[in-house]
Each structure stands twice: as C-alpha cells, then as structure tokens.
C-alpha cells in the first residue's frame, strides 16, 4: 500500500509560473526524498531531505518538511516546459528494511 | 559512469508463463531494488540486494524472486504470470547507504501479461 497522499493529483500552469506539490505521509521517517518521472519512465532523484532538516534547496526546487504533521512540500520556481512530469514523494521509514515507500504522484503540466 | 540499465524494455508474456527481467547497477552502487509500478500508481517495493543476499522484501508473493551477482547485477524472476503482473518494473541502485543519498532508477521493463 502507499505511504501517502500528494496532492494535487494534477497540476498545469504557465511557463514562469511557480509549481507547489504537497506528500502527505504516515509513519515515522528517517527521510523524504522527491522524484520526477518522465511519461513513465524511469524516476530521476531531485532532494532528499532529512528528518531533521524542515527546508533545503536545490537550483530551482525548495522542499520543506514538517514531521508534526507528516507532510513535505515540493516547490518549482519559474517553471518551465521540460519540467512536465509526474513527481513523487518517496520515504524511508523508521525501522524499515531499506525501502522507499513512495506516494501517488503528482502530474504537472507547464504550458508554454 | 553509466547509470542502471535494464532489459528488456518492453515484453508481452502470456498468463502463467515466466519472466527474467535484467539489471546492471551504477558504477560503484552495491545495492540493488526492483520496484513494479501499476499505471497511475506509485511504485511498490518489491526487494532489495545487498552482497547478494536479498536484504528486505515488500508484500509481493514467492513467485517473486531474485537474484545478485558478484559485479552487482541483478535479475527478477516472476513465475506463474497473472494478468495484474502487468506492469512498469524498476531496477534502482545504491551505495550501500542508498536511503541517504538517494537512488539512481532505471528506464524500466514494461511488462504485459496478456
């Protein structure tokens, strides 16, 4: 079964617009990791963001963590059309045998 | 550095026969996992590899089983194929410590069990 829930199940914006994803989770975690995936293809690793971290940057991506209400966020800055994809909030649960539990997935599309 | 490949890419198999599906790590990865992710779902673990011995297993059934070689490889071997074995199935590898440095996936094998 899922770990979670992301929310919106599906997103479309503009090009230069910002993107906001949020995962919702269920159990205790070690980390939070995002991941893009191209038309059902492989998933690309974007961040991955500790239990004791609650933000962290990468180029354009800013996730933030609150493990009191176990939820994540996953923000775009000036998206672009090559950024269309489904993203993917995955966790490393507490006490776990070294899986990734990942949510539903969110479909963005960036309109030019 | 090559990422993880997989092959097949795509396979069409008929109900209740068998399956093989292939992995090669990333350079210097030593952990291995499959994952088979339905259409519009997200994936689901199925195992993981470490120093070929399997090192932890999702709620998937014996007839899901695998295997590691000495350089890293990996096979995922499904028997007796049901119709919801239709899937995309994902290989990752890891350094050892995968779950804090994140996993590289490959392009995935896409079964269909007809």
């Known amino acids: 079964s899922q770990q979670g829930e992301e929310d919106p199940q599906a997103l479309s914006i503009q090009e230069g617009e910002n993107a906001t994803m949020n995962c919702s989770y269920k159990t205790s975690i070690n980390n939070l990791q995002w991941y893009r995936q191209n038309s059902g293809r492989g998933l690309v690793h974007l961040i991955l963001i500790r239990s004791n971290e609650r933000e962290k940057h990468s180029g354009r991506l800013r996730v933030t963590l609150d493990t009191s209400k176990k939820s994540s966020s996953l923000l775009i800055t000036a998206s672009r059309a090559a950024d269309t994809a489904s993203y993917f909030c995955a966790t490393d649960a507490s006490g776990a045998t070294n899986k990734l539990i990942f949510g539903t997935g969110t479909l963005l599309a960036v309109q030019p | 550095e090559t990422g993880v490949t997989q092959s097949p890419t795509h396979l069409i198999k008929t109900r209740g026969q068998q399956v093989t599906l292939r992995c090669s790590s990333q350079?210097?990865?030593?952990?291995v996992s499959w994952y088979q992710q339905a259409l519009g779902q997200g994936p689901q673990f199925i195992f993981q590899y470490y120093r070929e011995e399997e090192n932890g297993r999702g709620n998937f059934p014996p007839r899901f089983s695998g295997l590691q070689f000495p350089n890293y490889s990996s096979e995922l071997n499904v028997n007796a194929l049901e119709l919801d074995d239709s899937a995309l199935y994902l290989c990752a590898s890891s350094p050892a410590d995968g779950t804090n440095y994140g996993y590289t996936f490959g392009s995935g094998t896409r079964l269909t069990v007809v």
């Open positions: 350079s210097g990865h030593n952990t």
